[in-house]
């Protein structure tokens, strides 16, 4: 753990062991923080708050610039640590650290642009809006992403003059460390950047029932996300949910066959990255009618002998092996279990799924493809929205109006038309329904790392 300024193991020698999702083998064990390393944390970041939010925003943003730096330089070395402890292929792992690496540099930028504004006045008088940093802020993330993932938490608090103690999941928690270890390096001040792992819910308790965070924010489950809600009600801090996803896709019928193939190979690519681990994957695979038969004729071309990484662990491909069972479906591809070791589950390709298949209702979050047919855009958009979720949804056309009007149809915080590639540190990053709310990336960070302060002023009274 990294607290206040200073790596340590937990006061009372507890530790938590961590696995290899490849190999099912012990790969490392991390400090379960007792609740006085938590206090000691708090403390931490609330000193640390009062040193950073005085400090110049260029200063902050030097420090960011080198971080990001840093991260280049430590990219394979930090990804062989993320392949390890949570299975995607080394290349996935490479890339994002490099995605982690650009929050960092782009939130540098950033710093520097935490405008206020001028409100007109009469003679005497000045007003003024300014923006100023939130508070310390405690950030919950998932064990899918464990480098992009705190990445996106870290950089916009440490731009705008937060402090910070980061909780990564306990399943992979040492690719965090990783990258505040570049911040420490970077020059970072003691107890702007801590790191604590433990117990999720008695570290969330008690982080959150303190006194000294002003801000919470979770990449996390939708049950998780409601429980850090009541948890926060108390002292009415504000959150920050990106919660679970249940991605649609609509693949229209105006594509030719070669469109349609470059639609397939989007969707297999994004669909089984991470293997599926992924919140934005496209989940529920929408298809005109009348392309049906084609669009899965090209998605098993293409997944045949496809090769991805393991579930991260013994839940997840339980969880998985139960969807596919219990969906009465057509499996064309995939959908057993293999023998051997580690948290393995092949690409599965589902059709004829009964409208009340788990699958279509439960975030599959595997690699599992339910491909369904539509009839026309109205009945693609209501199929696409009849779940609680709203992260991000897709669509593939190569009518420009048919695309525009399924965009204002569609109940998502993303949308993809003829794209798969949604995350970018320059584009805010969240969802509406039971997949949150509150947006991290792009310019929209400063609403949620930030306060809007008026000020009045005119002369002697």
């Not at 193991?9 to 006085?36: F, H, K, M, W, Y």
């Not at 990001?68 to 430590?74: A, D, Q, T």
């Not at 939708?222 to 926060?232: A, D, E, K, N």
């Not at 499996?331 to 599965?348: A, I, M, N």
Request: charged share 20%.
């Amino acid at each position: 753990m990294f607290i206040g300024g200073a790596w340590r193991e937990a006061s009372d020698g507890r530790t938590i062991d961590v696995l290899d999702p490849a190999t099912e083998q012990l790969v490392a064990q991390v400090p379960n923080a007792s609740d006085a390393d938590l206090d000691d944390a708090l403390a931490a970041a609330a000193a640390g708050f009062e040193v950073w939010r005085r400090t110049p925003p260029a200063d902050r943003a030097e420090v960011l610039d080198r971080a990001g730096r840093l991260l280049i330089e430590r990219s394979s070395a930090i990804a062989a640590v993320l392949t390890e402890e949570q299975g995607k292929p080394v290349a996935e792992a490479e890339a994002e650290v490099r995605q982690s690496a650009e929050y960092l540099s782009w939130f540098a930028g950033e710093a520097v642009r935490s405008y206020g504004r001028l409100l007109p006045t009469g003679p005497g008088h000045r007003a003024w809006v300014e923006r100023r940093p939130i508070g310390p802020v405690a950030a919950f993330t998932a064990w899918n992403f464990p480098a992009s993932l705190p990445a996106r938490k870290l950089a916009p608090a440490v731009a705008y003059g937060c402090s910070i103690i980061v909780c990564p999941a306990i399943e992979a928690p040492r690719t965090a460390a990783g990258l505040v270890r570049a911040l420490a390096d970077a020059g970072v001040p003691d107890g702007v950047v801590n790191l604590v792992t433990g117990d999720p819910p008695r570290v969330s308790e008690r982080l959150i029932g303190s006194g000294a965070i002003a801000k919470v924010t979770l990449t996390g489950s939708v049950p998780v996300g409601q429980t850090l809600v009541r948890l926060s009600a108390e002292r009415l801090q504000p959150l920050t949910l990106e919660l679970g996803g249940h991605a649609p896709v609509l693949v229209f019928d105006d594509l030719s066959d070669e469109q349609l193939g470059r639609t397939a190979d989007a969707v297999v690519r994004a669909k089984f990255r991470n293997a599926g681990q992924v919140c934005i994957s496209p989940s529920r695979i929408f298809v005109q009618r009348s392309m049906v038969d084609d669009f899965v004729a090209a998605v098993i071309e293409r997944v045949d002998g496809l090769e991805i990484g393991p579930l991260a662990n013994a839940r997840r491909r339980e969880a998985v092996a139960e969807l596919v069972h219990s969906s009465r479906a057509k499996v064309h591809c995939g959908g057993v279990k293999p023998d051997g070791p580690g948290f393995f589950y092949p690409p599965t390709v589902l059709t004829d799924l009964p409208a009340d298949a788990a699958v279509l209702r439960d975030e599959p979050f595997g690699p599992i493809m339910p491909i369904l047919p539509f009839d026309g855009l109205e009945d693609g958009i209501a199929q696409a929205n009849a779940v609680p979720y709203g992260l991000a949804a897709y669509v593939f056309t190569a009518d420009l109006q048919r695309a525009d009007v399924a965009v204002a149809g569609l109940e998502a915080g993303m949308i993809g038309v003829n794209e798969v590639a949604l995350a970018s540190a320059a584009s805010p990053f969240g969802g509406v329904k039971l997949s949150g709310y509150g947006r991290e990336g792009g310019t929209e960070s400063l609403e949620a790392y930030t306060v809007a302060t008026a000020v009045t002023t005119k002369g002697a009274p």
